[in-house]
Every structure is written in structure tokens, then in C-alpha cells.
């Protein structure tokens, strides 16, 4: 994996130094998740407009993970640097509960520290009837995104649309609030997440939220897919990690590193299905995680790209992921999916916005981005969630062979301006997948830094 060069010399020693005189851009130094860590660093300042219900739960969940609650006012004077705003505009139903949410928000973002946080809680715009509410619902995704690519020093902003039946419920709340409070979400900016009503499960070390389980994460012997699996055992889990027997090696190494299991497998094969569940049933009755890591590249421009190319690509990103889960699915399967389980598939920005020479790409990871919308409503009976992350500009190995200029454009067009880290897609999978998120299905989560790519 190539270092960015130019964030870790305009940071550090003369380097940083002449940045300053020369104004130059300055990537941030991001706060990532390390074990222990407290969920922020500072206090949060937690506001509502009008009555809405959401922000006295967000303030007990935020006290509950051992951090201080503010009071978010107009006139409020902080001593200390935030570590967070938290503002309920659940309540929000005129264009003047705008002006209200400007008035507070304006004196906490000036007080934001380092790597901080805003997450905005609104109301579903699609739950609501009123036009002039649900218009101004709506407003605050363009405020959410506007303040995202605004704050600096490694901050970020996102917006939670909470269902009006969920409003009052701080268990569904609880684990998304964490999350995008948290430096797990190091490289999440600008980004909206539905939470509907859902009985959640209890977790008494959030930490540790997959004790117990088991996880297969296909593609994991370098790369994202590593870090997947990394994550997943540090959480808990015992990780089931898939790629093809060429990359055995690498692949041992990974299950060995974390204590978990290593399966040679081609995904692409009739039987991967069965081969996953058999696998599973050695270490339990069923499976409570499904992760859709492997994926493939074969660029071509759309003109010059033949049937082999594009077949290859469509086969491992999209169709295997089809064959996989009806297998899963079945609940005659043992080993496969459990009832209230998670299938959670990597999708990519480049399914959202497209990207030159990479048509059957893009339409591999679009495609993920529709099964999952379609399949979390086939699968919401069974308590089951299915969500995609998609990953911007990420610094992998298939990112440093990229040519230079295009590399450094990639890693600089976002409100971050830099590439994010493969753990950085490990922690939004592992979210997904918590079992305090059950409330959160049919979405698609981009980790990009708030890319300027795309949707």
C-alpha cells in the first residue's frame, strides 16, 4: 500500500511549516478507533428545535458511553472545544424552524475541536404529509452536506432521517448515534442514514458487539477485505475469511492473525453457496454475518471492452453474490443465514457516479446498490438487514497503480482531502452488521471523505 506522501510532509517538521507560509492545503490527521478509546474528545452539545423527542435520548445514550452533554443554545458560551453537536430538528414543520436550527447550531460549530462531530436527527421526509414540513425536513440534507464540506480539521457532519414511530425509542438510536460520533467513522462526511422502528437487541459491551458470532468476509486475504476481518475480531466475532485458493497464503496468514477460520474458495463456483454454510456449520447451528468483500477490475474503455471482461467482472462482483445468497437464505440450510442475521455487500462510488473505463464496474456495483434496496424489503419479515457501504478513493494496492496526477486528484476531491484507509470501510461494514442496528436496512453508506465524486 503506497503512503500519501504529501499529507505526511506537509504535516510534519519544515514541511509543515512551509505549508503554512505557502498556504497550501493541509490534510487533516485523522482520529481513527483504537481499543478503549473514549467515544469523544470533549464535550457534546446537544440542542433541539421545537419539542422533538430524539435529542433527550441522544444526550442519555451520549452519557451512557461516559461522555459530557452541553446544552446547545443560541447564546450558549462553551469553555471547552466540542467534541460533538447533536441538534433534534425532528420537530422542525415550518421554513422558519430553519432559522431556529441556524441560530443554534452557529456558536457550537465555531467551538468544534478536532475530528469532531454534528449529526442532525430529522424526520423521514417520505413519512411526512405536510409539503411545507416535509420540504423543510428535506432542507437539512443540503445543510448537513454544506456544513460537512465546510468544517475542517478532520470534522465531519451527517444526518440521521429518523421514522416518526422511532423518534422515541433510544435503543434503535443507539448504536448509529455511536457510530457516527465515534472515529470509527473517521472517513464519513456528508452522508444521510434511515433509522426505522425495530426491537433491538441489547449489547452490554459496545466494544465488543459480536461476541459469539460468526462472520464470512469473501476477498479477505489483503487489502479492505483484511481489514474487514480484522475489525470484525477485534468486535468479537470469529471470522470465517473467503478468497481463492491462489491467495492461501496470504489468506492463512489473515484467519491465523485474528484467530478466525480461512476458507480456499472460488466464489464464482455453483457450489460457493454450500461450501460457506459447510464451513459455518463446523463453528455453529447458523450464521449471523454475511460480508460481500470480493470484488474484481478489468478496465477498459465501454468501446473496447469484449464479452470476457465484462462477464468476469459482473460474475464475482454481483452475480456470485445472487448465487451465495439464495444458498444462505434458505432456512433449510445449515450454517446459513439466521433469522435477524446481516448481509452487508461493497458496493463502490463509482456504481453512484460512474467512472471513465470502468462501465462494467459501474454496473456491477450499481447492481449491488439495487439488490440490496430490493432484498432488505424481501428480507424484513425474517428481521434480517441488508446494506452496502460504498467506498471512494481508497488507499490500497489497486489505488498506488493508478497514475500519479489521476492518484493525487483522487485523494484531494473530497471535504477530507485525502485518501481513506481500508479499515476505514471495515468499521462502516462492521456497523451494518451490529446488532444494535437493526433499525438501519436498505441503505448505502458512502465512505469517502465526502467525495466530490459522485451523487
Avoid at 101 to 113: D, E, S, T
Wanted: proline share 4%; net charge neutral.
Amino acid at each position: 500500500m503506497m503512503a500519501d506522501g504529501y499529507s505526511n510532509f506537509v504535516n510534519n517538521g519544515f514541511g509543515k511549516k512551509l505549508a503554512k507560509q505557502l498556504g497550501l492545503p493541509q490534510p487533516p490527521v485523522l482520529r481513527r478507533y483504537e481499543v478503549g478509546q473514549a467515544l469523544l474528545d470533549g464535550p457534546a452539545a446537544v440542542g433541539v428545535v421545537g419539542a422533538g423527542v430524539a435529542a433527550a435520548n441522544a444526550a442519555a445514550i451520549i452519557r451512557s458511553s461516559d461522555a459530557t452533554v452541553v446544552e446547545a443554545t443560541p447564546d450558549a458560551s462553551y469553555g471547552d472545544k466540542l467534541g460533538a453537536l447533536v441538534i433534534d430538528v425532528t420537530d422542525a414543520k415550518t421554513l422558519a424552524d430553519l432559522e431556529a436550527f441556524r441560530a443554534i447550531a452557529v456558536p457550537a460549530v465555531k467551538a468544534l475541536g478536532r475530528s469532531a462531530r454534528v449529526i442532525v436527527l430529522a424526520t423521514t421526509p417520505s413519512e411526512i404529509d405536510d409539503v411545507e414540513a416535509a420540504a423543510t425536513a428535506q432542507a437539512f440534507e443540503g445543510i448537513t452536506r454544506s456544513i460537512g464540506k465546510e468544517l475542517r480539521a478532520g470534522a465531519s457532519a451527517n444526518l440521521f432521517w429518523v421514522d416518526p414511530n422511532a423518534q422515541g425509542d433510544s435503543s434503535v438510536l443507539a448504536a448509529p448515534l455511536r457510530f457516527l460520533l465515534s472515529s470509527r467513522s473517521a472517513y464519513v462526511s456528508g452522508q444521510p442514514v434511515r433509522i426505522r422502528k425495530h426491537g433491538v437487541q441489547e449489547v452490554l459491551d459496545w466494544h465488543r458487539p459480536f461476541d459469539g458470532q460468526v462472520a464470512v468476509v469473501t476477498g479477505a486475504a489483503r487489502g479492505i477485505g483484511a481489514q474487514i476481518a480484522r475489525v470484525f475480531a477485534r468486535a468479537g466475532a470469529h471470522v470465517i475469511a473467503v478468497d481463492i485458493p491462489a491467495a492461501g497464503d496470504a489468506l492463512s496468514k489473515v484467519a491465523n492473525e485474528i484467530g478466525g477460520t480461512s476458507l480456499g474458495l472460488d466464489i464464482t463456483t455453483p457450489d460457493a453457496g454450500h461450501k460457506i454454510a459447510e464451513a459455518v456449520a463446523r463453528k455453529a447451528d447458523k450464521l449471523d454475518v454475511i460480508v460481500h468483500n470480493a470484488g474484481i477490475t478489468r478496465d477498459k474503455l465501454f468501446v473496447n471492452t469484449d464479452a470476457d471482461r465484462w462477464g468476469s467482472v459482473i460474475d464475482v462482483n454481483l452475480a456470485s453474490q445472487l448465487r451465495i445468497n439464495e444458498v444462505l437464505l434458505d432456512p433449510a440450510t445449515k450454517g446459513g443465514l439466521k433469522d435477524g442475521g446481516r448481509i452487508v455487500s461493497v458496493a463502490s462510488t463509482s456504481g453512484i457516479g460512474g467512472n471513465r473505463g470502468q462501465a462494467n464496474y459501474a454496473a456491477s456495483k450499481a447492481g449491488v446498490i439495487g439488490l440490496v434496496r430490493e432484498l432488505s424489503e424481501h428480507l424484513a419479515e425474517r428481521n434480517i438487514t441488508v446494506n452496502a457501504v460504498a467506498p471512494g478513493f481508497i488507499e490500497t494496492d489497486m489505488t498506488s497503480k493508478i497514475p500519479v496526477a489521476t492518484r493525487e486528484v483522487g485523494r484531494r476531491l473530497n471535504s477530507m482531502l485525502q485518501g481513506g484507509q481500508p479499515v476505514d470501510v471495515g468499521e462502516a461494514i462492521a456497523f451494518f452488521a451490529e446488532p444494535g442496528s437493526a433499525g438501519v436496512t436498505g441503505q448505502v453508506l458512502r465512505v469517502c471523505g465526502q467525495s466530490q465524486i459522485g451523487a
